[in-house]
């Protein structure tokens, strides 16, 4: 009840001095109660989802557009009251000047009314850009193509293309021919290889049954490979009993098998091509904060450390921690689980910013260290906020290279 109070209170105040900036930049009335209501809606919607009882910890759709379209609002004052802030203060200050040493009574509306038309202006953006991601952003689909170039790779596997898919988080989806249509876009990328590296679902196996079929279509000349994210184990829910937990991911594990994934468990796979192979190697979740689960050396035991490797573990902090510097060269690991924050912003060969960063060395994209590659993907899907803004979601596909990257 204290932690509620103490949002009310925060949310009323910002509210407040929101509903400040728009009365002086306007005097109609009914925008001003316009203001009013939209508040009381988002923050009464807010607080009816968070206070009835859900299946699971993470979001479902109800709670993520409550969370999303106060996420949106709040922006709105979150921009302004600083800047509405520092112009009480400057004028403050103006005012005690003139009262006591010029003598003068200072009373500028004018200006007031220019700093909160800049303030609106401003918060207009941010307000603009989470109402776009999360009606259009979530599921504006985009394909990264990348080619990584190994000079022990071997030569049956030269021009070999991997697509790689990640954080499916099937719980958030509300849109089918969405998604059908990013199922569609993953065929077109003609993969030998499709490889998916966690997080299925939100809290339970029976979020991804309405969504079996659809991902079923899902075709890869030499397979689909899959692995467990931290989602995926059921740790969010509040089980009945721990053997209706072991159920559930047992359930996870027999969808994942009825969709045509092959689903790793500290384990590997070889694919062979004209007498040669490369190996594929799929941990558990192993992640910083997370569920520790992955076991490397479990999972390469009855590989040879010459054997080109491809690794899928979820959790990006698991290459610095146990990858990078494994005896055994892991040409190439794909993980996801950061999402990019589902925002940020990325102006190819510029810039490539999200909060995402502040906690995550690797969080979204290439990286190279010591002559062996891992990628981040972004994710197929969603997660608490319904929308992405300026981190799309992301369809993978890499090309590997025989020989060296030319200058």
């Not at 990628?375 to 803004?389: D, K, Q, S, T």
């Amino acid at each position: 009840m204290t932690r509620w109070i103490i949002f009310i209170v925060i949310y009323a105040l910002l509210t407040i001095y929101g509903f400040q900036a728009i009365k002086t930049v306007t005097k109609q009335s009914w925008i001003h109660y316009l203001f009013l209501s939209i508040a009381l809606v988002v923050v009464g919607n807010f607080i009816i989802q968070f206070t009835v009882a859900s299946e699971g910890r993470v979001l479902n759709p109800a709670k993520s557009y409550a969370f999303g379209f106060l996420l949106a609002f709040m922006s709105v004052n979150l921009v302004l009251v600083p800047i509405l802030i520092g112009e009480d203060i400057i004028r403050g200050f103006y005012g005690l000047y003139d009262r006591f040493i010029a003598k003068n009574d200072l009373h500028v509306p004018s200006r007031r009314k220019f700093i909160s038309q800049i303030g609106l202006g401003l918060a207009a953006i941010p307000f603009a850009s989470l109402l776009y991601g999360m009606f259009k952003g979530k599921y504006n689909f985009r394909v990264l193509n990348y080619t990584l170039h190994f000079e022990d790779l071997p030569d049956a596997f030269d021009g070999y293309r991997i697509t790689q898919i990640s954080d499916i988080h099937s719980g958030s989806f509300d849109n089918k021919e969405k998604i059908e249509y990013a199922v569609d876009l993953i065929n077109e990328q003609k993969p030998d290889v499709l490889l998916f590296t966690g997080d299925m679902v939100n809290n339970k196996a029976t979020e991804m049954l309405p969504w079996k079929e659809t991902f079923g279509r899902l075709y890869a000349k030499d397979g689909k490979f899959s692995i467990l994210g931290n989602h995926d184990y059921g740790d969010y829910v509040d089980w009945n009993s721990a053997a209706e937990k072991v159920q559930n991911l047992e359930d996870l594990k027999s969808i994942q098998n009825e969709i045509g994934f092959d689903l790793l468990l500290n384990e590997h796979r070889y694919i062979e091509k004209d007498g040669q192979r490369i190996a594929i190697v799929g941990v558990e979740n192993w992640g910083k904060g997370f569920k520790q689960k992955g076991d490397l050396k479990k999972a390469s035991s009855q590989i040879k450390s010459d054997d080109f490797k491809i690794l899928m573990t979820h959790d990006p902090s698991h290459w610095d921690a146990e990858v990078v510097n494994d005896e055994y060269h892991y040409h190439l690991t794909l993980s996801g689980h950061t999402h990019g924050m589902q925002f940020g912003i990325e102006i190819p060969g510029w810039i490539k910013w999200s909060p995402a960063k502040w906690r995550y060395k690797q969080w979204a994209g290439i990286y190279e260290a010591l002559g062996q590659y891992i990628n981040v993907n972004r994710g197929f899907g969603f997660l608490a906020y319904p929308g992405r803004v300026g981190i799309w979601p992301e369809i993978t596909v890499i090309e590997l290279k025989k020989g060296v990257k030319e200058a």
